[in-house]
């Protein structure tokens, strides 16, 4: 049997991570979450992520930044990030980041679903 596919999620609304959590896990996946972005890399070493979801409002140096780290980092550029956001600019921001596609936020559940496993199965 195939290893399960691991998300991490950062986003500073425990609510939308519960919801996010209890869905991609239905699916299957494995799910870590984190409330802000500090020791990001730390994170990513721990929890060895397939995608991440990066909100853009997120302590402490907010999900553009974080995401721009890691696509410059060598050993973190090749995974997925998936910007998630309410911003009315998400696209822009997405393409600032550098991030691999975004979600807008609120979702569609099957979007969610549907985006994660694209890019999983890049």
């Not at 290893?3 to 869905?23: G, P």
Request: proline content about 6%; charged content about 25%; aromatic content about 8%.
């Amino acid at each position: 049997m195939p290893e399960k596919q691991t998300i991490l999620i950062f986003d500073d609304d425990q609510e939308l991570l519960d919801l996010c959590t209890v869905i991609l896990e239905k699916k299957g996946f494995v799910v870590h979450t984190s409330e802000n972005c500090n020791n990001i890399f730390e994170k990513i070493s721990r929890f060895k992520p397939d995608v991440i979801l990066m909100d853009n409002w997120i302590p402490d140096i907010g999900g553009v930044e974080s995401t721009i780290l890691l696509k410059s980092n060598p050993e973190t550029k090749n995974i997925p990030v998936v910007f998630f956001s309410a911003n009315n600019d998400v696209p822009a921001l997405a393409a600032k980041a550098g991030a691999d596609t975004y979600i807008t936020k609120p979702f569609n559940i099957s979007d969610l679903e549907d985006t994660i496993l694209e890019m999983v199965n890049r």
